[in-house]
């Protein structure tokens, strides 16, 4: 097989999540659990609203040049985070970077003009109170589909573990375990995001002639990803891989899928429609099975050249498909003989392309080429 993607999502979160963003486990937990718990705490004493944004004001907090709080209808304040400060100076029509370095008593000001001279609509508050004033974690559109991260990683714990045992696990540093710390775990979660790398490298699936005519094996892996809070969608990403480095670039992926939601009023119907069930598949399938899959495509001949162009071209463009067997002809020194071939070509010209976007497209195409192989 040709020489596949390299995947750096996990190497950001990796680059730039700060210490409290880490989970690691403790003697007791897994890191998962540990992350669950305390999203947990946020959604048993969360409450979501919808209110006017002209019922919302926001207020100087006496003696913190910087400091804000907003109230609703019955007057109480509530502290908003720095995220849903952000959301609420996009509601109000005014950069946050701007309003965050004004002194309260203007900053203040512009968000309440910003939110009196829009139109009225209606803004979901979601709160969150346990002890002491409210703090407001989020305001979001009236018809935001919220699902919980607490709900997500329980899902994750019921079907993989804690992330420290079982068989999907934070993964290890060039295929070994390593004991998980804050400086090499790949569960992180703020305030306002889980995103989470899980990966089985000990049922490893080998596979002959990947590369070059050589036997070769991979490892399973996925990234997950919610934010309850509206900043950024539900998502997994599932893909083959090699081995993960110490700064946790995921080396060699390949048939890379996704499913994302986006946080719309029927969000969490398809969260349980489509992407529960997707991780019940994922850590139910056996390695077996994917090599049955790779072995039934390899004996899936495609023909002569023209058959092979005529094949890719109804599923692609003919130009794209005149690249992928080049490109081929080039990596594997042999044109493409079987779907498994196709399949390899069109992961190889998907490294070409500069957007990740794109590429992901392309890989998420190739994989479904096995699909044909059934």
């Not at 919808?50 to 007057?75: Q, S, T, W």
């Not at 058959?307 to 002809?329: G, N």
Request: include cysteine; glycine fraction near 8%; proline fraction near 4%.
């Amino acid at each position: 097989m040709a020489q596949s993607t390299n995947l750096m999502a996990a190497h950001h979160q990796w680059a730039v999540r700060p210490d409290d963003e880490r989970w690691a486990g403790n003697d007791q937990f897994g890191p998962l659990v540990e992350l669950y718990n305390y999203k947990e705490q946020f959604k048993s004493n969360a409450k979501s609203i919808v209110i006017a944004n002209r019922d919302v004001r926001a207020h100087p907090v006496e003696g913190d040049d910087h400091g804000l709080v907003v109230v609703g209808p019955g007057n109480a304040p509530a502290i908003p985070t720095w995220w849903a400060t952000g959301q609420l100076c996009q509601r109000a029509g005014a950069p946050a970077s701007y309003i965050r370095d004004l002194p309260s008593p203007l900053a203040a000001d512009c968000i309440n003009w910003g939110l009196d001279n829009r139109e009225v609509e209606e803004i979901g508050v979601y709160l969150h109170k346990n002890g002491g004033p409210a703090t407001v974690r989020a305001f979001t559109g009236k018809g935001y589909g919220r699902i919980h991260d607490a709900d997500v990683l329980k899902a994750l714990i019921q079907r993989f573990g804690d992330g420290r045992s079982g068989d999907f696990r934070v993964p290890g540093e060039f295929g070994k375990r390593v004991e998980i710390t804050k400086r090499n775990t790949t569960v992180y979660g703020s305030d306002h995001d889980i995103w989470v790398f899980l990966a089985d490298e000990d049922h490893r699936i080998e596979g002959p002639n990947r590369r070059d005519g050589k036997s070769g094996s991979m490892a399973r892996g996925f990234f997950l990803w919610n934010s309850e809070v509206g900043a950024a969608t539900l998502g997994i990403d599932t893909f083959l891989y090699d081995y993960v480095c110490c700064n946790r670039i995921v080396w060699g992926a390949q048939d890379v899928a996704r499913i994302r939601i986006r946080h719309t009023s029927g969000a969490p119907w398809r969260w349980i429609e489509e992407v529960a069930p997707a991780i019940e598949e994922y850590s139910a399938s056996s390695t077996k099975s994917i090599l049955e899959a790779i072995n039934t495509a390899k004996q899936k001949k495609l023909g002569a050249k023209d058959k092979v162009i005529e094949f890719l071209s109804k599923r692609f463009t003919r130009s794209q498909a005149a690249s992928f067997v080049k490109i081929h002809e080039e990596e594997e020194h042999r044109p493409i003989e079987s779907l498994w071939d196709a399949a390899t070509a069109v992961t190889a010209y998907a490294r070409s392309l500069p957007h990740q976007d794109t590429r992901v497209d392309l890989e998420r195409k190739a994989g479904a080429l096995l699909d044909l192989a059934a």
